[in-house]
């Protein structure tokens, strides 16, 4: 049977990722830094016919073309968004490899009649990335190089035998060789693939070395070409098959402790620890239960895992009863060596894994997500000196520092009437009648200027300390450059 293999290439791979949801109406570039310049990276098709090229300086860009749209490119998330479009193209074929950083390769020996044939197989794949917002040629031949080839001059298949003549028109730019050799070769007037296949390869190889004809014996197929698919992900996984079915919690428990030190055992091994770990059950009926436990930080225990399964096998339904456990660590991190050796850190550490217990215990009943703690922030904005995270994914820091003393609670600015730039000896606050007893202050905050904020337009404050005769201990400000007083927290 003879090798076929397809070549995918993505001319605008990072742009139509970006632009995937909302594509903008006009010219579109992204750029990155090289050097102290910011240049294009990548830009859409408007962009182009603005006459605006990779490469250029974003700043001569704007100048040429006033109405570009720019963002910064992320050649991280290019990657990863390249991986899964491997993974994507796992479909036609189980050999799908990476071919540069915007291009794929495909060995589709022996699986295009699943599909319809080679031009079917490659109408479906420009069909189905087409409607994903994403411009591809796709080029197919005997061999890696020629199906690369054909990619990058538009496209097309080459019979099966007939490399030679499907490549001998093509530019000699076709066969991966570098700008500096395609000049050179062009100058010397040999402007295709056929006019270097025929000349003298010793000639070709004193001039040029042996890298001219390596490619081109690629190309025609005389020399293999290795296609390297990517790895599959690790799984980290342990199944148990029951002889006779179960359906009591405690024997599922039992199941599960006889699966997790495996499953723990391989995470360690590796440097990792669980984030999210699912129970899969399989009933005597076929049908499933899943149980999910979303943990708060990364764990690789067994004795600390095994209880935080406990309330979803209560509630689960087995049916019949249960013939399969799978646990799975669906998404793990890495999880550094922790020392016990010592009695504080041993204390430490079974402070924080209770802590952490907990967080999971509750999180997987309102949702890590909905479980947050406050982290101080770099601001003298009293409503900025703090943040909110969810606890599962931040840590504890510290320390909290303030220059004055600040309200236990604090809300949105509340107006009341008074005049005056020192507090009112008798005002009303949410329907209540106060009288200030003492007060101290002011302490002038400036806004920061260099950040939008609507609350902060009205310009300076100068906030006050009151304590109230009715037991109250508000603070107030006044702002003194559109007077006006109003209650922004309360001290215990």
């Not at 995937?20 to 990276?41: C, D, Q, Y």
């Not at 001569?60 to 749209?69: I, K, N, V, W």
């Not at 390869?201 to 025609?220: E, H, I, Y």
């Amino acid at each position: 049977m003879a090798k076929r293999v397809v070549s995918l290439w993505f001319p605008s791979l990072a742009s139509d990722r970006a632009l995937r949801r909302k594509p903008p109406p006009g010219p579109f570039a992204l750029s990155l830094r090289v050097g102290n310049t910011e240049r294009i990276h990548c830009l859409n098709a408007a962009a182009e016919a603005a006459g605006l090229g990779r490469g250029m300086g974003l700043a001569d860009a704007r100048t040429l073309c006033p109405g570009l749209r720019s963002a910064p490119a992320d050649p991280p998330a290019e990657a990863r968004f390249l991986r899964l479009l491997a993974r994507w193209a796992g479909r036609y074929c189980p050999w799908v490899g990476l071919d540069g950083g915007d291009g794929l390769v495909l060995d589709i020996t022996g699986s295009a009649h699943l599909v319809g044939g080679e031009a079917a197989l490659l109408a479906d794949l420009r069909a189905r990335l087409g409607r994903a917002g994403l411009a591809v040629r796709a080029g197919l031949a005997d061999s890696r190089g020629a199906a690369w080839a054909l990619a990058h001059t538009g496209g097309g298949i080459a019979p099966p035998g007939e490399t030679a003549r499907a490549l001998g028109p093509l530019p000699v730019s076709a066969l991966r060789l570098d700008a500096n050799t395609c000049g050179v070769l062009e100058r010397l007037g040999i402007a295709s693939i056929a006019e270097l296949a025929a000349l003298p390869r010793a000639t070709v190889t004193r001039r040029f070395g042996p890298a001219v004809l390596l490619r081109l014996d690629q190309a025609l197929g005389t020399v293999a070409e290795q296609i390297s698919p990517l790895p599959e992900p690790p799984r980290h996984a342990a199944q148990m098959t029951l002889a006779e079915p179960i359906g009591l919690s405690r024997d599922v428990m039992a199941g599960i402790e006889r699966l997790l030190p495996p499953l723990c055992r391989g995470l360690e091994e590796r440097g990792l620890g669980a984030r999210v770990l699912r129970l899969t059950l399989r009933r005597v009926d076929r049908g499933e239960r899943q149980v999910e436990l979303r943990l708060a930080r990364p764990m690789r225990d067994p004795a600390r895992l095994l209880p935080l399964f406990a309330r979803g096998v209560e509630e689960l339904d087995a049916g019949f009863g249960l013939d399969r456990l799978r646990l799975e660590a669906v998404q793990v991190e890495t999880l550094a060596p922790r020392q016990t050796g010592q009695w504080t850190a041993a204390r430490d550490g079974a402070r924080d894994d209770r802590l952490d217990d907990l967080i999971t215990r509750l999180g997987n009943r309102v949702g890590l997500e909905n479980i947050t703690r406050f982290l101080p922030a770099d601001s003298h904005i009293p409503e900025r000196g703090f943040t909110v995270a969810p606890a599962a994914y931040s840590t504890p820091a510290g320390p909290w520092t303030v220059p004055r003393p600040r309200p236990l609670r604090l809300f949105a600015p509340e107006p009341i009437l008074a005049q005056g730039p020192r507090p009112p000896e008798r005002f009303r606050w949410r329907r209540m009648a106060l009288t200030t007893a003492r007060a101290t202050g002011p302490e002038r905050i400036a806004p920061e200027w260099w950040l939008e904020d609507d609350g902060w337009r009205s310009g300076l404050r100068d906030y006050w300390r009151v304590e109230t005769r009715q037991g109250r201990r508000l603070w107030l400000f006044y702002t003194p450059q559109q007077p006006g007083w109003f209650v922004q927290g309360e001290f215990a």
